[in-house]
């Protein structure tokens, strides 16, 4: 008889991405039990169009009235409005963090992140009314507009 020992294979949970649906809080490979449970992120969308149209409704500037604005192209006080949102986002939300997020349909978006799977810590931030608020007001959202999970698309960024 051979002295041999059972290796069990790790499987990995099917999540759903791009649901409100809340993930059970990670597993990593090598723990104990057949079922390796994913990393997922949650957060709220944005994109470029998002930030000019928050720049223009919530940050006056000058580039309408100012003579040497009305030289410069539209792209690119378009992108400096843009780049003006990200800041004041940022700064209202103390630098959160954000993701490069893959959505149910395969397409990629930036996602500012709200919390995670990862621990039972960032699972409470993904549901805490206080900081769900928080993020509702620096991003002009409606309070009823609920956080989804995703999938990472590609690298976090902190």
Same mark, same amino acid.
């Given at each position: 008889m051979?002295d041999?020992?059972t #290796?069990?294979v790790q =499987? =990995?949970?099917q ?5 409100t ?5 990670q597993?990593?490979?090598g723990?104990? /039990?057949p079922i *390796?449970i994913?990393? &997922?992120v949650? /957060? $709220?969308l944005?994109?470029y169009e998002?930030?000019? %149209?928050? %720049?223009?409704?919530n940050?006056?500037?000058? $580039?309408? #009235? !100012?003579?040497?604005a009305?030289?410069?192209s539209?792209?690119?006080? &378009?992108d400096? &409005? ?5 800041r004041?986002?940022?700064?209202l939300?103390?630098k959160p963090h954000?993701a490069?997020v &893959?959505?149910?349909n395969g !397409?990629i978006?930036?996602?500012?992140l709200? /919390?995670?799977n990862y621990?039972e810590k960032?699972?409470s931030n993904a549901?805490?009314?206080a900081v769900l608020d928080?993020f509702?007001? %620096?991003?002009?959202l !409606?309070?009823?507009?609920?956080? =989804? *999970?995703?999938?990472? /698309?590609?690298? #976090?960024? *902190?």
């Open positions: 051979s041999t020992t #290796v069990e =499987r =990995r949970m999540l759903a991405t791009d649901t649906e809340v993930p059970p809080v597993k990593k490979r723990c104990e /039990g *390796w994913p990393l &997922r949650c /957060g $709220f944005y994109t998002d930030l000019v %149209a928050y %720049a223009e409704k940050l006056p500037d000058d $580039f309408d #009235v !100012d003579a040497k009305k030289k410069r539209i792209s690119l006080i &378009r400096c &409005r843009r780049q003006t949102a990200l004041h986002i940022k700064k939300l103390n954000y490069v &893959r959505l149910a !397409d978006e930036t996602c500012m709200v /919390g995670s621990d960032d699972l549901s805490d009314p928080k509702r007001k %620096a991003l002009d !409606d309070s009823s507009r609920q956080p =989804r *999970w995703y999938r990472l /698309g590609r690298e #976090v960024h *902190w």
